[in-house]
C-alpha cells in the first residue's frame, strides 16, 4: 500500500492558463453547455409527464440506479482518483472500461476534463481556478453569483487555451487517447444500453422509457451531484484539515456523489484513494477501489498515513482510531 503525500505530484508547476478571445469558440462552448444541461432537464420534466400516468417500473428504476451507479464511478474512480491523480494503478482493461464510464456521464472528453481538474487543484479558490465560487459570505447576491459559476456557469466559456499540458501523461498514452477521442461513441452508448435493456423488457415503450431513466433523468442527477462538489463543498461544510482553500466536507455530496463529498479530506490529501478517512464517511467510490485490490486487480494504492493526517488537522486531534493503510 503506497502512502498518499499531501501534495499532489501531477500537478505542474505551471501558469494560469488563459482564455481565447475567438467569439467562434465562445458561441460553440455556449451552445454545446446549453445543450448538454438543459436536454437531462427536458428528460426530467418528461419522466415527471410519465410517472404521472404511470410510466415508470421497476425496470426503469433498475436502470436508473445501475446506470447512475457505473458512470458515476467512472468519474469518481476513473476520471478522477485513477487518471487524474494517480490514486491507484489498474490493468488495462479496466482502465479503459472506467474511462468509457466516465465518458457515458456527459461531462466531456477524459483528458479534458482531466486537464481541467489538474488546473483546479494548482489554482483552488485562486485566480486561475476555473470554476471556484470565490463569494465573499457577507455579501448575499455575490455569493449566490459565485455558486452559480463554480456549479455550472464555468462551462459556458470555452476551455482555456493550453490545458491540454496539465494532461500531457494522458496524450502520451495511445490507448487512452484514443478512450478520448471516442467520447462521442461513449455517451451516445450512455443512452443506447438503456434504451436496448428497456426494449428487451418492455419493447419499443420499454425503449422510450429506459432512455428517458436511465439516459437523461440519470445525467441530470449525475451532472448536478458533480457540480455540487465544485459548488457546495467549496461553500458550505466542515474543515478538519488544512487545505490552503475553501475546500469542505459535506456529508449530503459525500453520499450523493460516492464519496466525492469529503471535500476537505480530497484537498488536504489529493493522491489519496480514500475520501471519507473516518469510519461514518462512506466512500462508495474507494470500497469499490478496496474490491479491487482484494481481488489483485489494483495495486499502488495510495492512503495517507495516520501521521500525514495528524499532521494536517487545524484542530486538536480526535480521539477516534485514524484508518490505517492495510499491509
Known sequence: MATANSLNPLSPNLPSPKLPVNSRERIIAWVATFIGVTVPVVGLVTAGILLWGEGF???????????????????????????????????KPIKYTLGALGSMAFQGPLIQWVGMHRMHHQFSDEDGDPHSPHAPRRRFLTRVRGFWHAHIGWAFAPMPAGMERYAGDLIRDPGINLVSRLFPFWALLGFLIPAAIGFAFGGWNG?????IWGGLVRIF???????????????????????????????FVGILA?????????????????????????DISYLFIR?????GLAWSVRLPSAEEQTARLKTTPITEPLPKPAP
Do not use: K
Request: hydrophobic share 40%; aromatic share 14%; net charge neutral.
Open 207 to 211: 425503449a422510450f422509457t429506459g432512455f
Open 258 to 282: 460516492l464519496g466525492e463529498g469529503w471535500h476537505n479530506n480530497h484537498h488536504a490529501f489529493p493522491s489519496s484513494a480514500r475520501h471519507g478517512l473516518r469510519w461514518w464517511q462512506l
Open 291 to 295: 474490491g479491487l485490490e482484494l481481488c
Open 57 to 91: 417500473h421497476w425496470v426503469d428504476l433498475g436502470l436508473m440506479t445501475g446506470m447512475y451507479l457505473l458512470t458515476a464511478l467512472g468519474i469518481t474512480v476513473g476520471y478522477h482518483r485513477l487518471f487524474t491523480h494517480r490514486a491507484f494503478q489498474t490493468i
Open 221 to 251: 442527477i449525475l451532472h448536478h451531484a458533480t457540480w455540487s462538489v465544485n459548488s457546495v463543498c467549496h461553500l458550505w461544510g466542515s474543515q478538519p484539515y488544512r487545505s490552503d482553500d475553501h475546500s469542505r466536507n459535506n456529508p
